[in-house]
């Protein structure tokens, strides 16, 4: 339209948006990253068993041999089959021409129930286990056919298979399989196929046989069987999308404990702590292992691996997290019950081992925790008894006398196999090492003993003599003899020979010759005669001391909040060393006080060193 100035108005046209539909560029270039994005091959084995499995099979064996030089791994079953065409003939070209459009979707919409897959490209998996892929399958006129794929090609052929009689079923047959997976022997693969297809072998009954010809092995593939204790409370959790499954366990602490993520029967992740919603307490603690089953969750096609973090995957965490707290009280109340437990075995091992050490060192050095004198006051029936005459043979007898619960006979038998020592094994001397002042005397003593550390009596010869050094000896045959210092300082090395019989042990103490020795005070008005103390813990964290020794209760207190305690946690034999050390510190500063700190870092070693020699 022109205007007052004779020019046309200019008119501005709407920009509509350029808008299309996504489409595939490349065919076979899209089906080569569909088949190469499966990166297991144990993985790709359980997709075809799975495919077994939801054609109805009963029976599936697995085959892992060699033929004409070629390795080749079978999958036969007597499923139903692949899904004839109109003709009666396996319907192989819908198979190879419709990936990525499963026939297992379209059965899901017509309502069938307890097949896995749907995405239509479990086949193309073989990419991963082997070069070629054959596939055969019976047809209506009870004759074989067979279909046959290349890696890296994009053709298919289908032929009809010459075979005497059609086995029921299908058979799968990979060769030669890929060189990096020769050695993915049969064990390997009914560990795998026992945790992946856990459920889904419980549910449909099938039989899963390994014939490992390499190995000349069958295996039967079973369901993986958790341990510990099942946690009941914890079973079916209701959402919008539908219910969750638990079966959870508590079992004692292990890091090869997880919980593992299903879908319908079928393993996705062997650990629930690769979602980064489950990287926490209480799923990471070490104590619970079992199985979580989502059937709504949504799976990452190409490596069936992965989870989609979808709106199904929002329901699950936030149905999940209502369980958390509970959880989390559970596995508090096993961690205290364990480290209970695990601390009296820990003073039982460390006193143990420590009177094992005071039994080699010289006991008026070390008589501050009354090791050396005695252990139980006579009473009644009890006769005093001493650990440096007895060993360690303390323990009372529970419930009824053998006498009345076996008779006199069956009585004497248990005595003596439980009660009388065993053959001659190893002799020790104690004290293994002493400091003996010039001029003075020193009794030693020679302890045979058997296997399991009871001392040997019957038919025992011991004799002495000084290998090494000056000095002189009461006797040479005794179990116990006196030892004389000479005149001057120096090093002096018993030595004891034990025969049993045809059985010889031998022995030696180190004794060290001195001018003169530090006395201790015992004037101070301490107790030293309490026994072995136990311990405790007290949490400082960021505070610089180890240990305290609590005279009043005779306990030593122990930092578990310093860095080094929970280090040695970390390992059951570390933590054991560490609070022996621990003892051994506090048992040389109160034994020895007055002393200078070289002194008192020499006994430490010494002691730490023959007590350590008896942790277990």
């Not at 994005?37 to 064996?61: C, H, M, R, Y």
């Not at 945790?195 to 419980?202: G, V, W």
């Not at 992740?269 to 209480?282: R, V, Y």
Request: proline residues 5%.
């Amino acid at each position: 339209m022109p205007t007052k100035t004779g020019k046309k108005k200019k008119t501005h046209k709407k920009h509509r948006p350029n808008t299309g539909r996504l489409r595939i560029g490349d065919n076979w270039n899209a089906i080569t990253i569909i088949a190469l994005s499966q990166i297991n091959p144990l993985k790709a084995i359980a997709e075809f068993v799975e495919n077994s499995i939801d054609a109805g099979a009963g029976n599936i064996t697995i085959i892992r041999g060699k033929e004409r030089g070629e390795p080749y791994l079978k999958v036969i079953d007597d499923g139903n089959g692949i899904p004839l065409n109109n003709e009666g003939i396996p319907d192989f070209k819908y198979v190879a021409t419709h990936i990525c459009d499963s026939i297992k979707k379209r059965l899901k919409k017509e309502g069938i129930q307890g097949i896995q897959g749907e995405f239509g490209i479990g086949l193309l998996s073989f990419w991963t286990v082997g070069e070629r892929m054959t596939l055969s399958s019976s047809g209506a006129d009870e004759k074989a056919y067979l279909m046959e794929m290349i890696k890296n090609k994009p053709g298919y052929t289908i032929t009809q298979r010459r075979v005497l009689f059609a086995h029921p079923g299908t058979e799968l047959v990979i060769r030669p399989l890929l060189p990096g997976i020769r050695q993915l022997n049969g064990e390997k693969i009914q560990n795998y196929l026992a945790s992946e297809l856990r459920d889904r072998i419980r549910k449909s009954g099938v039989r899963i046989k390994i014939k490992d010809r390499y190995l000349r092995k069958e295996l039967d593939v079973q369901p993986r069987q958790f341990t510990g204790r099942l946690l009941h409370d914890f079973d079916i959790l209701e959402t919008e999308k539908g219910e969750i499954y638990l079966e959870l366990y508590l079992n004692t602490y292990s890091p090869d404990n997880t919980i593992s993520l299903f879908r319908s029967g079928t393993r996705v992740l062997p650990s629930i702590m690769e979602l980064d919603s489950f990287n926490g307490e209480p799923w990471n603690s070490g104590y619970l292992q079992g199985m979580i089953d989502v059937p709504f969750l949504q799976l990452t096609p190409g490596t069936r691996g992965g989870v989609i973090r979808d709106y199904s995957f929002l329901v699950f965490c936030k149905s999940v997290e209502t369980i958390k707290e509970d959880l989390s009280k559970i596995v508090e109340l096993e961690k205290r019950a364990e480290e209970e437990e695990a601390s009296k075995n820990i003073l039982k091992s460390v006193q143990k081992a420590l009177r094992e050490a005071f039994l080699a060192l010289p006991p008026e050095d070390y008589d501050w925790f009354d090791i050396h004198t005695l252990i139980k006051k006579p009473g009644r029936n009890r006769p005093e008894r001493s650990i440096f005459s007895e060993d360690e043979e303390t323990q009372e007898t529970q419930g009824l006398s053998p006498e009345k619960e076996y008779g006199e006979a069956e009585a004497s038998k248990l005595r003596e196999f439980y009660e009388y020592s065993g053959p001659l094994y190893k002799a020790i001397i104690s004290p293994a090492t002493s400091i003996v002042k010039v001029n003075t005397h020193r009794n030693f003593r020679c302890i045979p003993r058997d296997r399991n550390k009871r001392t040997v009596e019957n038919n025992i010869e011991i004799s002495w003599e000084i290998t090494e050094g000056l000095g002189a000896l009461s006797s040479t045959q005794n179990e116990i003899v006196t030892f004389t210092a000479p005149e001057e300082p120096g090093l002096t090395v018993l030595h004891a020979t034990v025969t049993q019989g045809d059985i010889i042990c031998t022995a030696e103490s180190v004794i060290t010759i001195t001018e003169s020795l530090i006395e201790k005070d015992k004037q101070d008005g301490t107790d030293h005669s309490k026994g072995l103390p136990g311990y405790t813990f007290l949490r400082a964290p960021g505070e610089l001391w180890r240990s305290k020794y609590d005279e009043k209760n005779n306990l030593i207190i122990i930092n578990n909040g310093h860095n080094d305690y929970i280090f040695s946690s970390q390992k059951r034999s570390r933590k054991l060393k560490y609070i022996c050390r621990l003892f051994a510190k506090e048992l040389v500063l109160n034994n020895f006080p007055g002393y200078d700190s070289n002194e008192l870092l020499e006994r430490m070693i010494e002691l730490s060193l023959y007590t350590e020699e008896h942790l277990k």
